[in-house]
T-cell receptor
Framework: SQQGEEDPQALSIQEGENATMNCSYK?????LQWYRQNSGRGLVHLIL?????REKHSGRLRVTLDTSKKSSSLLITASRAADTASYFC????????FGAGTRLTVKP | DSGVTQTPKHLITATGQRVTLRCSPR?????VYWYQQSLDQGLQFLIQ???????AKGNILERFSAQQFPDLHSELNLSSLELGDSALYFC???????????FGSGTQLSVL
């Protein structure tokens, strides 16, 4: 079964807008990770946030974590057409499990 | 380039056959993970190895088996293949467990 579940399943925005994706998970975590996948390619790690952190930034990415609600969000600011991809959250200890992903389309 | 090598990139076979997918992790990584991704689906966790030992098992069918060798490369064996086994199979590696994963480019398996 999946550990994380992303929401929404699909998101379409205009270039320059911000994109927000959410992830909910079920069990206690040590950390939560976000990954990006361009169509049919291998996943690429974006950011890792530990359970004792509430917010983390990396370039145009901002991740928040609310362990009381078992949820996380990924914000991409000033989106670009090149950000078009699927985004996944992942949690786990020995078993890193991924959600079904959010498919983001950024229109030029 | 993630440093994780998967071979072959593409595999076409028939139902009932057996195939072996191979993964070489990044230099220094001890953990290897296997995932299955069907068309437009998320990643299904199959199995994880750490330094040669199985550490976690997910939704892996009994027809599937895997192992990690002393040189840390891993193989995923799929037998008695069915049409529904057609998918993209990814291998990922990390230094330890619960850490950043580096993914290979995947093996596209087509069962005809």
């Amino acid at each position: 079964s999946q550990q994380g579940e992303e929401d929404p399943q699909a998101l379409s925005i205009q270039e320059g807008e911000n994109a927000t994706m959410n992830c909910s998970y079920k069990t206690s975590i040590n950390n939560l990770q976000w990954y990006r996948q361009n169509s049919g390619r291998g996943l690429v790690h974006l950011i890792l946030i530990r359970s004792n952190e509430r917010e983390k930034h990396s370039g145009r990415l901002r991740v928040t974590l609310d362990t009381s609600k078992k949820s996380s969000s990924l914000l991409i600011t000033a989106s670009r057409a090149a950000d078009t991809a699927s985004y996944f959250c992942a949690t786990g200890v020995n078993d890193m499990r991924f959600g079904a992903g959010t498919r983001l389309t950024v229109k030029p | 380039d993630s440093g994780v090598t998967q071979t072959p990139k593409h595999l076409i076979t028939a139902t009932g056959q057996r195939v072996t997918l191979r993964c070489s992790p990044r230099s220094g990584d001890l953990s290897v993970y296997w995932y299955q991704q069907s068309l437009d689906q998320g990643l299904q966790f199959l199995i994880q190895y750490y330094n040669g030992e199985e550490r976690a098992k997910g939704n892996i069918l009994e027809r599937f088996s895997a192992q990690q060798f002393p040189d840390l490369h891993s193989e995923l064996n799929l037998s008695s293949l069915e049409l529904g086994d057609s998918a993209l199979y990814f291998c990922a590696s990390s230094v330890g467990t619960n850490e950043k994963l580096f993914f290979g480019s995947g093996t596209q398996l087509s069962v005809l």
